[in-house]
């Protein structure tokens, strides 16, 4: 309380150093915590292979439906396995109310794999019935209200009847599984039959549960054996293995059949991020408490002559830091519970501080620990070293060895703060870069839209409709949205094809003004419009005309199983598709309108989608009376492909604006304390006819020398970082020299306002009152 503007000082920046210590471990607790509500974690795994075509490898989690039933049935050491669907959009209605939801379809043995609450059901099986739907509470609740929706039934579709025999817990928002329903497959159905024997179309989720100590290689082994038995031609191309759910969240990137990790690279880095600005907060409070070594000299010196030992000193000065922490800590508490809900935000979770866990006292406990002593390590080793007889002759002068610490540790701070800065600017360019790369269509103006059967009958109203608004410029349809990628397929056959070429496509199905709503790019032939809907036509892209060594490719015939045969109309422009940090793959577009439901509409320019989105409604529900209404911004969509960067941006912006704030905290308390112990010295200069400026240049000078320091400390550490993380992407930047001399300027910059402002005051003060006083 005597020294309120040291105390005040340390307590911000230790209560800002915990206050994002604990934010950023929750985030990371969050990720480690992945999927381990499923009392199984450690026994469940997701069959996926390693594909190789020509070369290009790539890790594909698409298997084919028989491939579960074999598995189960012929190695001993798998417990179950589950084929299902990916998500998929289910519309159901209830009266006349419609809903869309997301949903799986899977086999009935889901739950004997993946641990669900259930909170209510009518059987003990409630998925065996085809006609049996299982929601989540929240679903539950948005379509019955306070009703009771056990045994209520919906409608699936114009034709089909599903009851309602569970109502589950909404699943934990960290578990890869997510669902709003989930259903049995109709075993019964054609379709279901005809895929259960089908070897070679790979379209469905495989996931096995082994017993406790499996040994996964041989079980892979199996795997493989399995595949290659039931299609011997998959043998030169495939290789199967198990991924477990340990590993689906924090390292689930494979670049060329190799696991080259994932978010887990983030949770170690913002792990280390977090340590580092809790480290730079105590280093103010070591630099601040040393500063004021001759204030509390003589206090040592008396104590020791009254008979205090070191080590009770010692303990003196550590109990006086760890009661800052504590008290940072209280105030850390109050600022979590304020930004929390700014940080589920950002990080784009559901974050929350259980105070009743008894992890989270231990842990805080621990933080607290760690900072009192770590901040009262160098003070109290320090302080408690001085002469008494030195002390109290008055002959006790600081000198270099006090003065060495300091500047190292400043020159800590600002090399770390440094790195952060920079390594913000790099994570800036590589994704102004990426969002810069020519994409080969237009996302802006471009609407997509599920459909339906409904829609898929009714699809020439709803086109010339839309075209009479005079809002919209073209229409067309896909299999799949423009920002996904749903089907790869082996490349056709063609004449003069090479012995042994083994490619892959991506593939997809349109109908006509396909590349004139999408804004791609022609460069040879013509698009589908005006030809009759049985043609046999297909696009191909620029990278598969030169994977494929076409010279004149217009015109040509392509095969696929010997019988069907399709003619190249034309030629477009390479198209991204997938993630925007890769090279486009060789893709073929079928003309295919019976087998395109995503409708995509582009809007005239200057079209307002406020003014359009209600008529572009009102003629949906004109036609789809039955279904939601649900529409998607293609760019906004494209955006969604750098959630992870833009996390890491976003974070990193703050981790820097944060440790750049806690150390000028830290340097205009020292530069203060510099200024009084130096005020005696600024009088006579100012009395000798010394200018404003060379007092202020005086006094920058020393923090300046040290920010310099830092920042040849800092560059080559970032550069080196930086490179490393950039080598994860085909696609980057170069770092530039430019990128450090702006943040060496900027930081210089900032080094010198935040000294100035502290030695303004004292040089423009009266000097006879210096002098008085001395």
């Known amino acids: 309380m005597r020294k309120r503007s040291f105390s005040a000082i340390n307590l911000f920046g230790l209560t800002t150093g915990m206050t994002c210590t604990i934010l950023i471990l929750l985030w990371v607790r969050n990720e480690l915590n992945y999927n381990k509500s499923h009392h199984n974690y450690e026994q469940i795994y997701q069959v996926m292979a390693h594909r190789d075509f020509n070369n290009h490898k790539f890790t594909d989690a698409n298997m084919v439906w028989p491939l579960a039933g074999a598995i189960e049935n012929e190695i001993p050491q798998v417990r179950n396995a589950v084929v299902s669907t990916h998500h998929q959009d289910v519309n159901l209605r209830y009266g006349e109310e419609p809903f869309r939801i997301s949903g799986l379809v899977t086999s009935p043995n889901f739950f004997d794999v993946f641990t669900v609450n259930f909170i209510k059901r009518s059987h003990p099986d409630p998925i065996n019935d085809p006609n049996s739907i299982v929601l989540t509470q929240s679903t539950a609740t948005a379509i019955f209200g306070d009703e009771d929706p056990l045994d209520q039934v919906l409608s699936l579709g114009p034709q089909r009847q599903v009851k309602v025999t569970g109502v589950i817990a909404d699943l934990p928002s960290n578990s890869t599984i997510q669902f709003d329903c989930i259903r049995s497959f109709d075993y019964s159905s054609d379709y279901v039959k005809e895929n259960m024997e089908e070897w070679s179309n790979s379209s469905w989720v495989v996931v096995i549960e082994t017993i406790p100590g499996a040994d996964m290689k041989l079980v892979d082994q199996q795997i493989n054996q399995i595949k290659y038995r039931h299609d011997p031609g998959d043998r030169e191309i495939s290789t199967y293995f198990s991924f477990p759910m340990a590993k689906w969240r924090l390292y689930s990137d494979f670049n060329e059949g190799v696991n080259t990790g994932g978010m887990i690279e983030y949770v170690r880095l913002f792990s280390i991020v977090a340590v580092i600005i809790l480290v730079i907060a105590c280093v103010n409070f070591m630099n601040l408490s040393t500063a004021r070594s001759e204030k509390r000299a003589r206090e040592v010196g008396i104590r020791k002559t009254l008979g205090s030992l070191r080590k009770q000193l010692v303990l003196q000065f550590f109990t006086e830091s760890v009661i800052l922490a504590f008290l940072s800590f209280g105030i850390s508490l109050i600022a979590i519970y304020l930004l929390l809900p700014s940080f589920n935000l950002l990080v784009d979770k559901q974050l929350s501080l259980d105070l009743t866990e008894p992890v989270f006292w231990l842990g805080a406990l621990a933080i ?267 760019n906004q969509k494209f955006e969604e492909k750098f959630i992870r960067e833009k996390l890491v941006s976003k974070l990193s912006n703050w981790f820097a604006v944060l440790a750049v704030t806690i150390c000028c905290i830290g340097l205009a308390g020292l530069a203060a304390f510099t200024i009084e112990k130096r005020s005696l010295e600024i009088s006579m200069r100012r009395i000798l006819g010394a200018s404003l400026h060379q007092i202020l240049a005086l006094i920058s000078r020393e923090f300046l020398k040290l920010v310099c320091l830092a920042l040849i400390i800092a560059v080559p550490f970032s550069w080196w970082f930086m490179s490393r993380w950039l080598e994860n992407y085909q696609f980057r930047v170069d770092i530039s020299i430019w990128i450090y001399a702006v943040v060496g300027l900027a930081t210089l910059m900032l080094t010198l306002a935040v000294v100035s402002a502290n030695t303004l005051k004292a040089a423009l003060g009266n000097p006879m009152k210096s002098l008085r006083s001395e």
């Open 368 to 634: 607290v620990i760690f900072t009192g002593v770590l901040a009262g390590s160098y003070p109290a080793l320090f302080l408690s070293s001085f002469n008494p007889v030195k002390v109290l002759k008055g002959t006790f002068v600081s000198g270099k060895k006090t003065v060495r610490p300091r500047q190292a540790l400043i020159v800590f701070q600002f090399s770390i703060s440094i790195l952060l800065i920079s390594a913000t600017l790099v994570v800036y360019q590589q994704i102004g870069m990426i969002k810069g790369r020519n994409i080969g269509y237009d996302p802006n103006n471009l609407i997509t839209i599920t459909g339906s059967e409904d829609t898929q009958s009714n699809f020439e109203g709803i086109k010339q409709e839309l075209l009479q608004t005079s809002l919209i410029h073209s229409v067309t349809r896909t299999m799949s949205p423009m920002t996904d990628i749903w089907w790869r397929n082996r490349a056709p056959e063609w004449e003069g094809k090479p012995e042994d070429t083994n490619m892959l496509f991506t593939a997809m199905t349109a109908d006509v003004d396909f590349t004139e709503t999408m804004g791609i790019k022609l460069l040879e032939g013509k698009d589908f419009t005006g030809t009759p809907a049985d043609s046999a036509y297909v696009l191909l892209n620029k990278a598969a005309v030169e994977e494929m060594n076409l010279p004149n490719p217009v015109g040509m015939k392509l095969y696929y199983r010997d019988q069907d045969e399709y003619t190249v109309h034309g030629v477009t422009d390479n198209v991204v598709q997938d993630s925007p940090f890769k090279p486009v793959e060789p893709m073929i577009i079928f003309f295919n309108p019976g087998n395109s439901p995503y409708i995509s509409l582009r809007l005239r320019d200057r079209t307002q989608p406020a003014e359009a989105l209600p008529a572009i409604e009102k003629i949906f529900k004109k036609y789809n009376p039955g279904q939601v209404f649900k529409f998607q911004f293609v």
